[in-house]
């Protein structure tokens, strides 16, 4: 098998944000192959992790997925203050005389988004709505090239590394089967308060876990790259907890149009067009909009929202939330079938340089400064004794299962078959064990007694 077909069968996704699946991406010709080291949010360990770790698997696999796309630039990309995992990378580059290169970058938000790490390591921009691949440019995450660099081993993708940080003991780096539950790998962690809640994610674009039910029932995927535990009065849970009348609310008695949003928005400042400070007046007003036209006019830019949080979570002066104003638009878009046309050819801002997000100091306005402890956390394996695994932990369709119930299965065996006619990505078995349940939307595997 050549390499998209080893990647399609290992049911590599991407392991650092929505999942796309990794054969799709690889089925192309680019100029660029870039690799995304930089851990666009705060307190992520992972990708530090196994770039220490992992350096010549990283720089080999690196090389390899560059010669399939025929790329004449592979780059890993990450930031300078990382000296340790710059180092480790750049000694396994010397000792295979590789062409793959790194970019430094400084530390800033959201450096890890792929618009902004594109137009950072090549100077094109991707268009809005667009791809890398429209710029000549296929970008990967770390936790994805290790996935690749077993798919090439006939190893599929079984088990997660991945970071627990926040109000624990100490930050720990886990090796989980995929299906493991959340819970017990915030157990592993030892955490520090008595009542918390969760963030599966970073603490900008994470998905939080509001109640002890949703946390019990989450279970580790293959997008799952980090766990935050935050006590449950925290500022970051309360922000997410506020409903959308009363964000309407406060927008049309407290936004100020001081355009702090906008200005230091980085889709705008890549030349996109979305204006934040416009959309939160024309919120206020959004009844009045009797037709279509007047409606796309007010709100179409929404769609150009990359969700990153900026906005709200360092911009706004008087704590206001145009990133949940923008996903509301879109939805509302997507509801009344509403498409507004898209840039092709945006230009960077001149002034984008100094307009960048600090790392620190965003990390001190999220209110995590004492979590952010700059420390190599050791890392340590779970074997638990069950495992749920989803069906569907990508983007597109969800695989359909090839077993039943009372099977029993090995860990690697391939337990659900991605669907033809989308996007769809193979799911295999974390653990050996029986099926004790399973249905159209994921099983659960308990491991055999000795």
């Given at each position: 098998?050549?390499?998209?077909?080893?990647?399609?069968?290992?049911?590599?996704?991407?392991?650092?944000?929505?999942?796309?699946?990794?054969?799709?991406?690889?089925?192309?010709?680019?100029?660029?192959?870039?690799?995304?080291?930089?851990?666009?949010?705060?307190l992520?360990?992972?990708?530090?992790?196994?770039?220490?770790?992992?350096?010549?698997?990283?720089?080999?696999?690196?090389?390899?997925?560059g010669?399939?796309?025929?790329?004449?630039?592979?780059?890993?990309?990450?930031?300078e203050?990382?000296?340790?995992?710059?180092?480790?990378?750049?000694?396994?580059?010397?000792?295979?005389?590789?062409?793959?290169?790194?970019h430094?970058?400084?530390?800033?938000?959201?450096?890890?988004?792929?618009?902004?790490?594109?137009?950072e390591?090549?100077?094109?921009?991707?268009?809005?709505?667009?791809?890398?691949?429209?710029?000549?440019?296929?970008?990967?995450?770390?936790?994805?090239?290790?996935?690749?660099?077993?798919?090439?081993?006939?190893?599929?993708?079984?088990?997660?590394?991945?970071?627990v940080?926040?109000?624990?003991?100490?930050?720990v780096?886990?090796?989980?089967?995929?299906?493991?539950?959340?819970?017990?790998?915030?157990?592993?962690a030892?955490?520090?308060?008595?009542?918390?809640?969760?963030?599966?994610?970073?603490?900008?674009?994470g998905?939080?876990?509001?109640?002890?039910?949703?946390?019990?029932?989450?279970v580790?995927?293959?997008t799952?790259?980090?766990?935050?535990?935050l006590?449950?009065?925290?500022?970051?849970?309360?922000?997410?907890?506020?409903?959308?009348?009363?964000?309407?609310?406060?927008?049309?008695?407290?936004?100020?149009?001081?355009r702090?949003?906008?200005?230091?928005?980085?889709?705008?400042?890549?030349?996109?067009?979305?204006?934040?400070?416009?959309?939160?007046?024309?919120?206020?007003?959004?009844?009045?909009?009797?037709?279509?036209?007047?409606?796309?006019?007010?709100?179409?830019?929404a769609?150009?929202?990359?969700?990153?949080?900026?906005?709200?979570?360092?911009?706004c002066?008087?704590?206001l939330?145009?990133?949940?104003?923008?996903?509301?638009?879109?939805?509302?878009?997507?509801?009344k079938?509403?498409?507004?046309?898209?840039?092709?050819?945006?230009?960077?801002?001149?002034?984008k340089?100094?307009?960048?997000?600090?790392?620190?100091?965003?990390?001190?306005?999220?209110?995590?400064?004492?979590?952010?402890?700059?420390?190599?956390?050791?890392?340590?394996?779970?074997?638990?004794?069950?495992?749920?695994?989803?069906?569907?932990?990508?983007?597109?369709k969800s695989?359909?299962?090839?077993?039943?119930?009372?099977?029993?299965?090995?860990?690697?065996?391939?337990?659900?078959?991605?669907?033809?006619?989308?996007?769809s990505?193979?799911?295999?078995?974390?653990?050996?064990?029986v099926?004790?349940?399973?249905?159209?939307?994921?099983?659960?595997?308990?491991?055999?007694?000795?």
């Amino acid at each position: 098998m050549d390499l998209i077909e080893q990647t399609k069968a290992a049911g590599v996704v991407g392991a650092g944000g929505a999942g796309f699946p990794t054969h799709i991406k690889l089925a192309a010709c680019a100029e660029w192959f870039i690799v995304n080291a930089a851990e666009c949010e705060p307190l992520i360990e992972t990708d530090k992790f196994l770039c220490r770790t992992y350096p010549h698997e990283i720089v080999e696999t690196a090389e390899t997925v560059g010669k399939a796309l025929g790329a004449s630039h592979v780059v890993i990309a990450l930031k300078e203050k990382y000296k340790e995992e710059i180092s480790a990378l750049q000694n396994a580059i010397n000792n295979r005389q590789s062409a793959v290169r790194l970019h430094s970058m400084r530390p800033y938000f959201p450096a890890g988004d792929e618009f902004v790490l594109v137009e950072e390591v090549t100077k094109r921009v991707v268009p809005e709505g667009g791809l890398p691949l429209q710029v000549g440019a296929v970008v990967d995450n770390v936790g994805t090239i290790m996935s690749i660099f077993h798919a090439l081993k006939g190893q599929p993708v079984t088990d997660k590394y991945l970071s627990v940080v926040g109000a624990v003991e100490k930050p720990v780096i886990l090796h989980v089967p995929v299906g493991t539950s959340v819970l017990e790998c915030i157990q592993a962690a030892k955490p520090s308060v008595s009542s918390y809640s969760v963030i599966l994610g970073g603490p900008m674009m994470g998905k939080a876990l509001r109640s002890e039910e949703t946390v019990e029932k989450a279970v580790v995927t293959k997008t799952t790259g980090n766990i935050i535990v935050l006590p449950a009065d925290h500022e970051l849970m309360k922000k997410a907890d506020l409903p959308i009348e009363r964000i309407r609310t406060r927008a049309k008695s407290t936004c100020m149009q001081c355009r702090a949003c906008t200005d230091l928005c980085p889709r705008n400042l890549l030349g996109h067009r979305i204006r934040p400070h416009f959309l939160m007046r024309n919120f206020a007003k959004e009844g009045l909009m009797e037709t279509d036209e007047a409606y796309l006019k007010a709100f179409g830019e929404a769609v150009n929202c990359s969700s990153c949080g900026a906005c709200e979570m360092f911009s706004c002066p008087m704590g206001l939330s145009p990133r949940q104003v923008n996903a509301y638009l879109k939805q509302q878009l997507r509801e009344k079938q509403l498409r507004p046309e898209r840039g092709s050819a945006p230009a960077a801002k001149t002034e984008k340089d100094s307009r960048r997000i600090p790392t620190n100091r965003l990390v001190a306005r999220l209110g995590l400064s004492k979590y952010d402890l700059h420390i190599n956390p050791e890392c340590r394996a779970i074997a638990p004794q069950s495992v749920y695994i989803p069906f569907l932990q990508h983007i597109g369709k969800s695989a359909v299962p090839v077993k039943q119930r009372g099977d029993v299965v090995t860990k690697g065996e391939l337990l659900a078959m991605a669907t033809d006619g989308g996007p769809s990505a193979n799911i295999h078995c974390s653990i050996s064990g029986v099926i004790h349940e399973i249905n159209e939307n994921g099983a659960l595997i308990r491991g055999r007694e000795e």
